[in-house]
């Protein structure tokens, strides 16, 4: 096994250097098929998003939001609402702090002005990360090929911006049912793109898929414990 290929145990000191890292402007494609994945990535964000204090903004698309938290709370981890900003996109069910409601439109363009409309209402000015959640369940409800390109070129659009960098955490299992799978685009055009997957009992491994890490770090795969680096089920 080449050394490329051998996973590395990361601390918690490693977690704030990748997410360092993620942090450089442009468009950042995590794909979850972790049991806990999305969990893992959330909380680290807001975790990250104090340490750092850097706004951290949630889009929560059709109530994703909401149902990453309900889980956390069931492993007893809970979440203050000030600690997590909100532009609510659809759905019911309110969680966090929401400064912004945007229905979505017909017009994935419309849609992705709005939304910039209020990153810029919400923060005008200074560096913010963008983390959104459940992409997958818009591009899930569209029934043709041609809006879904259009949501993925809305998409591309974020790379010119050079204040905030977009995090998409996309349910992997869930986009790759789609008529038209838009993963290969998504990673195209993203700066970095990393994979999360089940290990063994309570840890992820990730694998480094388009990212400087893995010349940093020297390996493609890294293996997280939520337990170790965010005192998860203490």
């Given at each position: 096994?080449?050394?490329?290929?051998?996973?590395?145990?990361?601390?918690?000191?490693?977690?704030?250097?990748?997410?360092?890292?993620?942090?450089?402007?442009?468009?950042?494609?995590?794909?979850?098929?972790?049991?806990?994945?999305?969990?893992?990535?959330?909380?680290?964000?807001?975790?990250?998003?104090?340490?750092?204090?850097?706004?951290?903004?949630?889009?929560?698309?059709?109530?994703?939001?909401?149902?990453?938290?309900?889980?956390?709370k069931l492993m007893g981890i809970g979440i203050?609402?000030?600690?997590?900003?909100?532009?609510?996109?659809?759905?019911?069910?309110?969680?966090?702090?929401?400064?912004?409601?945007?229905?979505?439109?017909?017009?994935?363009?419309?849609?992705?002005?709005?939304?910039?409309?209020?990153?810029?209402?919400?923060?005008?000015?200074?560096?913010?990360?963008?983390?959104?959640?459940?992409?997958?369940?818009?591009?899930?409800?569209?029934?043709?090929?041609r809006t879904i390109h259009a949501i993925l070129?809305?998409?591309?659009?974020?790379?010119?911006?050079?204040?905030?960098?977009?995090?998409?955490?996309?349910?992997?299992?869930?986009?790759?049912?789609?008529?038209?799978?838009?993963?290969?685009?998504?990673?195209?055009?993203?700066?970095?793109?990393?994979?999360?997957?089940?290990?063994?009992?309570?840890?992820?491994?990730?694998?480094?898929?388009?990212?400087?890490?893995?010349?940093?770090?020297?390996?493609?795969?890294?293996?997280?414990?939520?337990?170790?680096v965010l005192r998860w089920w203490e």
């Amino acid at each position: 096994m080449g050394s490329l290929e051998s996973p590395i145990i990361i601390t918690k000191d490693d977690i704030k250097v990748m997410f360092d890292q993620i942090r450089q402007t442009g468009i950042k494609l995590i794909e979850n098929s972790a049991s806990l994945g999305g969990e893992f990535i959330l909380h680290a964000f807001i975790e990250y998003s104090k340490y750092r204090d850097i706004p951290l903004i949630i889009e929560d698309i059709f109530d994703t939001l909401p149902l990453y938290l309900a889980h956390l709370k069931l492993m007893g981890i809970g979440i203050e609402d000030e600690d997590i900003r909100v532009i609510k996109v659809g759905g019911t069910q309110e969680a966090g702090q929401v400064l912004a409601k945007v229905r979505f439109e017909n017009s994935p363009h419309i849609y992705r002005r709005k939304i910039d409309e209020e990153l810029e209402r919400i923060l005008p000015e200074g560096d913010y990360i963008h983390l959104v959640l459940g992409l997958e369940r818009l591009l899930t409800i569209q029934n043709d090929t041609r809006t879904i390109h259009a949501i993925l070129s809305s998409i591309r659009q974020k790379l010119d911006d050079e204040r905030g960098v977009s995090v998409y955490l996309l349910e992997k299992p869930l986009i790759e049912d789609l008529p038209f799978n838009p993963l290969p685009f998504l990673e195209n055009v993203a700066t970095s793109v990393m994979e999360l997957m089940d290990e063994e009992k309570g840890v992820i491994k990730i694998k480094l898929k388009k990212s400087h890490l893995a010349l940093m770090m020297n390996t493609m795969f890294l293996l997280v414990s939520p337990r170790e680096v965010l005192r998860w089920w203490e």
